[in-house]
């Protein structure tokens, strides 16, 4: 049984898996426990690892103390971050930039002004309190105030760059220590439990303030919606009844109208039909297509009587068809490029992506994933299908060169120095805020060339969930060997400060929200998202069936994660 006993206290890199299995699967497990609608998810494998380490870390010095890991511990914790910040980049890109339109700058400036007055809250503990509070400490009470682990792995980043460059001794000495007893780590998890409740608290007390009518709420956001989709996409028959268009071939009319109707078939005396290029219109035919409701008026402008109908069946020798699309010699290229209604009888009418429906033009880009419906001959449509994929199979193939293509760059942009007046060091990204910001970009650009950063949705949530675990093991097997002697010395005071750094400004955005007639239940999910919180958002969500909250938490997500990032470097760098 000796191997067993080495394989606890040795040196190798089996040992130190084993302890990282051991509090990855037993962390998942706690997360998973529900007391009373609430769970603690993923942040049950940080207070796993703080008690595991607890618990070698008593025969501190001794081949139980986890400390020898350090260098593996901390290799592993940074790859887990750039994991989980690359994941969430390229799943939030391509929704990035559109989340500043219309409502959306709205949210955002509130979910940015909760991070400002949290960060000013915090800043402001320290400048109060002095020698009394360490900026790791604080940083880390911060970032588990609203749990935000990628802002944690920010600042550790940033310790770690102090005790290397610094040109002050005391402030390399001081953060050299802050890195080798995990300061930041310990002061997360104490501060991490009411970032979570305190969240909760705040959303019921403002509803008790305002005295909040969930049903009230949920007829408001449908009204809203009612308004937000006029222009969503419709099916409409369309009676041809201008003369000039009496002869005109269908390419003629493709050019005039292409941006505003996606043509199915056409109904000729009680014949469908799916005209090609050449055919030429006649007196009484009914185009059947796609449209978007604010494009009505000019359809009967230029080519005659507008219908809205519900999505019919196809009949007769035509059919429809959703397909996937899984050729990547044909992702990239235009619906135009493509060629599928030159080369056969069939029409893309709808694109689906990304949750979205999107009206299908000739300069319409396709890519990996979407799915497009096709109405044509029943005989080709298996043609169709199997140019444009729909091969489950193969989408699921791992695509690996663009992600470490990816990391890569996202690394470089991390690493270069930002000289800030005042800061002891040149500030960076860092191995969280480089690889996000690309990712963003290549999620939002989706393809260079013949590269494309297309993920599936179960491979970027593998990788985001492989990446957090790994980085929350890490950072507490690192940090528990002190974690209770930290508390008991004075470190329970650090809840009282991430409940201010938590509740405060949650409170006041909130109130002036409702003074802004925000709806409740999008204010629930702005908060949820400021603090980038998936469990907050699972509490939100239970408040109504409407999509107000997660739509709300997606709207303020991405910057509210990039500026955690940013606003932790900021905090430990400027309080040193």
Not at 1 to 17: A, E, K, W
Not at 122 to 130: N, R
Not at 262 to 284: C, H, M, W, Y
């Amino acid at each position: 049984m000796d191997f067993i006993v080495n394989l606890f206290t040795g040196y190798g890199i089996g040992s130190v898996l084993v302890y990282l299995c051991i509090t990855a699967f037993v962390g998942v497990a706690i997360g998973r426990i529900n007391i009373g609608g609430i769970k603690v998810g993923i942040a049950g494998v940080l207070f796993t690892g703080l008690l595991l380490a607890h618990i070698k870390g008593v025969g501190a010095g001794s081949d139980a103390d986890l400390t020898k890991y350090d260098t593996i511990l901390s290799f592993v914790k940074e790859f887990g971050l750039i994991l989980f910040v690359y994941s969430i980049g390229i799943e939030v890109g391509p929704r990035f930039f559109t989340a500043f339109k219309d409502e959306g700058l709205k949210l955002n400036a509130l979910a940015c002004s909760i991070i400002l007055i949290g960060l000013g809250i915090a800043f402001g503990i320290k400048m109060f309190i002095g020698n009394g509070i360490s900026s790791s400490e604080i940083t880390g009470i911060m970032c588990g105030a609203v749990t935000n682990t990628p802002g944690l792995g920010a600042a550790q980043q940033a310790l770690t760059d102090v005790s290397h460059n610094a040109a002050d001794p005391a402030m390399r000495a001081a953060a050299a220590d802050a890195v080798n007893k995990g300061t930041a780590g310990m002061a997360y998890a104490v501060a991490y439990p009411f970032g979570v409740l305190g969240l909760i608290a705040a959303i019921l007390l403002i509803r008790f303030i305002f005295r909040v009518k969930i049903d009230e709420e949920v007829d408001k956001y449908n009204k809203e919606m009612g308004a937000a989709y006029s222009n969503k996409l419709e099916s409409v028959e369309i009676t041809v009844t201008n003369q000039n268009l009496f002869g005109s071939k269908v390419s003629f009319v493709k050019k005039f109208v292409d941006k505003e109707l996606a043509i199915s078939r056409v109904l000729r005396k009680d014949t469908f039909f799916v005209p090609n290029d050449d055919d030429e219109l006649q007196s009484g035919d009914v185009i059947y297509g796609v449209s978007s409701s604010n494009h009505i008026e000019k359809l009967k402008a230029q080519i005659g009587t507008v219908e809205i109908g519900d999505k019919r069946e196809v009949s007769g020798d035509l059919a429809m068809c959703d397909v996937l699309v899984t050729n990547r010699k044909i992702a990239g290229k235009t619906i135009n490029q493509i060629g599928i209604n030159r080369r056969y009888e069939a029409n893309i009418t709808r694109l689906f992506r990304e949750g979205r429906e999107i009206l299908p033009t000739p300069t319409t880009t396709l890519e990996l994933g979407d799915t497009v419906r096709i109405v044509g001959k029943k005989a080709l449509l298996k043609e169709v299908r199997n140019e444009i994929g729909n091969s489950v199979k193969e989408l699921a193939k791992p695509n690996t060169i663009p992600i470490f293509i990816g990391i890569f760059l996202g690394v470089l942009l991390g690493s270069i120095p930002i000289a800030i007046p005042g800061m002891p060091v040149p500030a960076k990204l860092g191995l969280a805020g480089g690889p996000l910001i690309v990712a963003i970009c290549l999620g939002y650009k989706g393809r260079i060339g013949k590269l494309d950063f297309y993920m599936t949705s179960g491979a970027n949530f593998m990788l985001r969930e492989l990446g957090i675990i790994l980085f929350l093991a890490c950072v507490g097997l690192s940090s528990g060997a002190h974690f209770a002697e930290t508390v008991a010395n004075g470190g329970y005071v650090w809840m009282i400060y991430g409940a201010a750094i938590t509740f405060i400004p949650v409170m006041l955005v909130a109130i002036v929200g409702m003074l802004m007639n925000v709806n409740y239940l999008k204010i629930s999910g702005i908060l949820a998202g400021s603090m980038t919180d998936p469990p907050v958002l699972d509490y939100a969500n239970s408040l109504a069936p409407v999509q107000a909250q997660s739509t709300a938490y997606a709207t303020v997500y991405p910057l509210s994660m990039f500026l955690r990032i940013l606003v932790a470097q900021i905090l430990v760098l400027t309080t040193l």
